[in-house]
Structures are given as structure tokens and as C-alpha cells.
């Protein structure tokens, strides 16, 4: 007689219990209460609110007949590209051998940590699913203590802390700038305080710099140019280029580090086989040095950093604790100030702040401890990205980017931003 079983029996044990990823939840969840007639302001999802360029656009539709498999490691025109790119923006040298392209960085982020046998390292709060792909593949993680005044990002004693417990075990530690949830970005002091440490144990470090093209004063540094020997390079087209659902990322590894993209590659031709070719001819354009892309980009940074600027300032009048913004699409404000007064309304932790929010105002954010934060912490992380981007892009090259022209602009951002401030304060 064949036994009965239930059907998650025959799951893998590191995925049971696992739901659909953060973001992507409260994405569609907005969407449905949107379908319901409900006025939603969609703070979940950290999609740029920009078009792809017009250029791009434009190199995607004259090589929309390439239908061919490119190689593996990527089409070698877009691998020169992206080293062409890095030496201009970073000012660093590396070969088109040692770049690897994949259908967006989540894929090739999930690869390194199946193919590198190494703890997972990151902050706490870090990218809602950094912790999750180590736990698929059943790697340790280890979240670092943060402090709110140092933008709550990976700090060299925190990291001294962890690593001298057990000085020879390898590590991969993964470090975000401009930072998702935070938006803040690792000054040239910070990523040299750090080298010492990550030197003195060999730590692998993956630098995530997605959102490098939308640092506000376009001066992102690289942790490559301080520790180059140990450092993997991790972008792409989606948040700096608007090309979320293009899928197109890649990693840039040093010459050191080639049997590691050697083994990457080995891995992505038995997955994903090569990315999307007409993608990979499109993106060799994105990566060119041209003055409309520029304008693009400055122009993306301005709105972003007058919009940045406004929430912060309402958000501390309801009580928030939040340093400003330095790049990227996201604060990270905490409502412990306001405890007292949530709790007489039933909201005790992150979670019920955010439900309350999104069922009494419309407002959808996602809690803090989507990013590894305490459960019981007041906070949340807020996407400001519910505004037209190509109306704003349009705007911006006649008009003054300042808070009027936000309030003008990204009315559904400010708007949201003071609703959950008047929310807060009731």
C-alpha cells in the first residue's frame, strides 16, 4: 500500500516554509488592491521610476533579429564595453576575459555563492535576497551589527569581530553602494577602513554597485579601487539604465580571481546557457560615452536627490530617525520614537506598522525585518519611485530641480510621504 504523504515532504529542507521574495510580494499585492479600486502608492518595488534611454531603446529594436546563442561568458563586444566603462568611470584596468554576463546580477549572485564555498557576510539590513539564496544553497550567514549613525553599513570592528573567531574560514561578504534599503553610500575613509580587515583574512567581497550611475553627485567609488585583489564588481543595466526587466547583468573579477569565472561560467552553461543576445547588443550601447546618456544620468540623480531630500525632512517632523539619502531609490526611517502611541493602536513590530499603513492610507512599504532588522524594530523601507520618470526626465531639462518641482513632479511620492507622516502622528 503506497503511504500517503504530504507533498512538502518531497521539498528540498532549505526551501520549506520559503515564500515569494519581499519586493515581489508587495509589488503584486499592490497591484491587486489596485484591481480592487483601491488607490495604492506603490513604496514596495525598487523599480526605476526612468525610461531605458531612447538610444538604447533604439539598439534594441536594430538588433532585435539576433537570435543566435552568444557564449557563455557573454558577447565580447558588450565584455570590452563593460571594461571600457569601468576604466572611465572607476579608472580601473581589467581584461574582457575576466567579465562574466548573466540574465540580470540575482542570477549571477545566487552562482557565486553555489560555486564559492564560503559563509555569507552582510549587514544588517541588507537586500531582501542576499540571506535567502545562501539559505537555497544551505550556506551559513552572518549578519554584522550596523549603527544607525554610521549609515548602518559594514564597519571594520564589526567585521574584525566576526572573522577572529575563526581566522582561516572563508567568507564571502557582500557590500551595497549605494545601499538597498538604506541609500547610503561608502565614502573613500569608510572602504579604506575596511581594507585592513578584509586583507588580514582573505575576505571575498562582492561588490554590489547596481546603483552606482545613481549615486546624487555622481561620485561613487568602488571597493575595487582600494582592495582590487579581493573584490568582485557586480552591475548592470537595471536601476542606473531603467532596464529593470531587461535582465542584464554582469560581474567584473581580478585576474586572480579568473578560476572563479571559469567555474561561475562551467555553472551558467548547464542553467541559463548565455543571456538574452538582442539584450547583450543593446547593452554595449548603455555602456558607450555619450553625452545624452550623461544628461540622463545627471538629470536622474537631481530628481532623485531633491526627492530624497524632501521625504527625509517630512518624515523627521513625524518623529522618524533617518539620515539622509547619498544614492539609489530608498530610505530606511525608524519609528521608535513614536512606540508609545503605535502601540495603543495594536502596532508592536515592523510588520503591523507596515499592514496598518497600507490598509488605513494606501501606502505600501515593506518592513525592516524584510532586511534582516529585529522583528520588534520600528522600521521600514521606503522605494520613492511612484512617479511618472519620463515626464520628470522631461521637465527637468527646462525647469529648476528643487522641492517645488517634486511636489510638481512625483506628486505621488510626496503625497505618500506626507500621508504616512500625518498616519504616524494621529
Known amino acids: 500500500m503506497i503511504e500517503n504523504r504530504s507533498p512538502e515532504v518531497y521539498l528540498n529542507l532549505n526551501v ?36 531605458v534611454p531612447g538610444h538604447v531603446r533604439e539598439s534594441l529594436e536594430r538588433n532585435a533579429y539576433q537570435k543566435d546563442y552568444l557564449p557563455v561568458m557573454g558577447l565580447a563586444a558588450l565584455r570590452e564595453a563593460v571594461v571600457a566603462w569601468v576604466k572611465r568611470t572607476e579608472g580601473l584596468d581589467y581584461s574582457m576575459e575576466h567579465v562574466l554576463v548573466g540574465p540580470g546580477t540575482k542570477e549571477l549572485m545566487f552562482l557565486i555563492q553555489l ?23 544551505g550556506r551559513h550567514i552572518h549578519w554584522l551589527k550596523t549603527r544607525p549613525e554610521s549609515g548602518l553599513g559594514v564597519e571594520p570592528d564589526a567585521l574584525e569581530e566576526l572573522c577572529e573567531r575563526d581566522p582561516n574560514r572563508p567568507r564571502l561578504l557582500i557590500l551595497n553602494s549605494p545601499s538597498n534599503p538604506t541609500g547610503n553610500c561608502y565614502d573613500e575613509e569608510q572602504l579604506r577602513s ?3 580587515v578584509l586583507r588580514k583574512y582573505n575576505v571575498l567581497v562582492l561588490s554590489d554597485e547596481i546603483y552606482s550611475g545613481t549615486h546624487y553627485t555622481g561620485e561613487h567609488l568602488s571597493l575595487a579601487r582600494f582592495y582590487p585583489e579581493g573584490t568582485i564588481i557586480s552591475n548592470g543595466l537595471s536601476k542606473w539604465c531603467g532596464a529593470g526587466g531587461w535582465r542584464l547583468g554582469f560581474f567584473i573579477f581580478p585576474p586572480n580571481l ?34 545624452e546618456m550623461d544628461e540622463y544620468l545627471l538629470h536622474s540623480r537631481q530628481i532623485l536627490a531633491a526627492l530624497a531630500d524632501h521625504a527625509v ?35 508592536v513590530d515592523s510588520t503591523s506598522l507596515c499592514e496598518a499603513l497600507l490598509e488605513q492610507t494606501g501606502v505600501a512599504v515593506l518592513p525592516g525585518d524584510c532586511f534582516g532588522r529585529p522583528v520588534e524594530e520600528l522600521s521600514m523601507r521606503i522605494a520613492i519611485v511612484d512617479f511618472d520618470g519620463a515626464n520628470a526626465l522631461a521637465a527637468a531639462a527646462t525647469e529648476r530641480i528643487d522641492e517645488a518641482f517634486v511636489k510638481r513632479h512625483c506628486p505621488r511620492v510626496t503625497d505618500a510621504v506626507e500621508k504616512m507622516s500625518q498616519w504616524i502622528q494621529s
Open 194 to 196: 575596511l581594507v585592513a
Open 258 to 291: 579568473a578560476w572563479l569565472a571559469t567555474a561561475m561560467a562551467a555553472v551558467a552553461s548547464e542553467t541559463f546557457t548565455s543571456t538574452s543576445a538582442p539584450i547583450q547588443y543593446a547593452a554595449v550601447t548603455a555602456l558607450e560615452d555619450r553625452p
Open 16 to 51: 520549506r516554509g520559503m515564500g515569494e521574495s519581499a519586493t515581489l510580494a508587495i509589488n503584486e499585492r499592490s497591484r491587486q488592491l489596485a484591481a480592487e479600486g483601491r488607490n495604492v502608492y506603490k513604496l514596495g518595488l525598487g523599480q526605476s521610476p526612468f525610461p
Open 313 to 347: 525632512k517630512t518624515l523627521r517632523k513625524a518623529g522618524a530617525a533617518i539620515r539622509p539619502a547619498s544614492g539609489g531609490f530608498y530610505l530606511f526611517p525608524d519609528f521608535e520614537s513614536r512606540r508609545e502611541r503605535l502601540a495603543e493602536r495594536g502596532i
Open 115 to 137: 560555486v564559492y564555498y564560503g559563509d555569507l557576510v552582510i549587514p544588517s539590513p541588507s537586500w531582501v535576497s542576499y540571506a535567502p539564496q545562501a539559505r537555497i544553497i
